[in-house]
């Protein structure tokens, strides 16, 4: 399943969002024939009641910045105290005349501290940008969700999952399903949905994006959808029936459906009702 967000269909097509367009009949005579037994359902994950977005500890970014100039100040400090800085840097800054200690357990502790205060400070710059989000966890635990943006400071311990959670169109391929008579079919719906926890979306399911696809897989297996020429209020039912089903199974992993439409039919070859035209 793609991860951009897809468009929908133009308007060159001359179909309204939700009508079931292009059927090609292949037909051999005879009785319609039943599909291939399919998943009658979506598997649904075990998510523990536990697991639920909330905002993560961050810091302006400005304190990040300021946490990395201590640390390089603090390393040049320590360098002065070891008696390191060249001369001409002595005399530029100007500093009082070193003390000339040396590398000592006293200045190598020094150099870490500083060292560390300096990559913590710089390592934890991030931007924060719309429409995305990070879900943070530390050792596999859950940490919070950062949906601010603009520059900010972040653990550099955590472990950053970034997550799109802006609303999104997906069309996909031809998937099986049948009409109200079991005639087999090729569908192609447009799903319009969000991530909307991104906790339960990351960490719930091993990836909710192809969690959504297998869903609208199942459902197709479950719901009739009527061919090109049926009522209109058939059609309507369909893509009624599809949201649902599909919203019901991917709420536990936090992830909302909108809407999931037909958009293309196609009689399955072999499948077809009546004579050849």
């Not at 929908?8 to 051999?28: F, K």
């Not at 979506?42 to 998510?47: K, S």
């Amino acid at each position: 399943m793609s991860t951009t967000t897809s468009r929908t269909p133009p308007e060159s097509e001359g179909q309204p969002d939700g009508s079931v367009t292009g059927i090609r009949r292949h037909v051999s005579g005879g009785q319609p024939r039943s599909r291939q037994p399919l998943p009658v359902c979506c598997r649904l994950p075990e998510v523990g009641p536990e697991l639920v977005e909330r905002p993560a500890r961050v810091l302006p970014g400005a304190a990040g910045v300021l946490a990395g100039v201590a640390g390089i100040a603090g390393c040049l400090a320590t360098s002065w105290w070891a008696g390191l800085l060249p001369a001409a840097v002595v005399k530029a800054l100007p500093l009082p005349a070193s003390l000339g200690a040396g590398l000592g357990p006293a200045q190598w502790a020094a150099y870490a501290g500083a060292g560390a205060l300096g990559v913590s400070g710089f390592g934890g710059l991030t931007r924060g940008r719309t429409g995305r989000a990070w879900v943070l966890a530390l050792f596999g635990r859950y940490r919070g969700t950062v949906r601010r943006t603009g520059l900010l400071w972040v653990n550099p311990l955590l472990r950053r999952r970034v997550v799109d959670v802006r609303l999104r169109h997906w069309r996909s391929e031809a998937m099986p399903a049948a009409d109200p008579d079991g005639t087999a079919l090729r569908v192609v719906v447009l799903v319009v949905w969000r991530a909307r926890d991104t906790a339960r979306a990351v960490l719930g399911v091993e990836d909710h994006e192809r969690y959504v696809r297998e869903c609208v897989e199942a459902a197709l297996a479950r719901v009739p959808v009527e061919p090109a020429g049926g009522a209109r209020s058939g059609v309507t039912a369909a893509g009624d029936a599809l949201t649902r089903l599909v919203a019901e199974e991917t709420a536990p992993v936090g992830v909302e459906v909108f809407s999931v439409r037909p958009l293309r039919v196609t009689v399955t070859l072999g499948s077809g009702r009546g004579e050849p035209s």
